[in-house]
């Protein structure tokens, strides 16, 4: 069974910063691509940013380029989406999703599993 753990959501002040983690189990990590994905109240799911099996590749929606750093970790199972200068319109849950393949996509369907969402508050 595979499972994504995510943590390291909080509540953090405009201009801020929080590292999310997810945790990838059930599953060869280091042979698909991951995703984090957020969704706002009231507002529909939306991508974020996206990586590769290899690292070498990543997207990121417009919104958070310059501001949020996504990596990964392979020897840990681990993806990462570092969060710098926060602004309240970043608070949302954000999900972590693991590709179907290899290669980094902003598409939802390209998901097939997804964590249970950490939420990220930022004040103002």
Known sequence: QVQLVES???????GG?????CTTS??????YAMGWFRQ????ERQFV????WSANIRYYAESVK????ISRDNARNTVYLQMDSLKPEDTAVYYCAGGNSRYATSQPKEYTYWGQGTQVTVSS
Do not use: D, E
Not at 49 to 52: D, Q, R
């Open 8 to 14: 390291g959501g909080g509540l953090v002040q405009a």
């Open 17 to 21: 910063s929080l590292r999310l983690s």
């Open 26 to 31: 059930g599953r060869t990590f280091s042979n």
């Open 40 to 43: 706002a109240p009231r507002k």
């Open 49 to 52: 940013a996206t990586i590769g």
């Open 66 to 69: 310059g501001r949020f750093t």
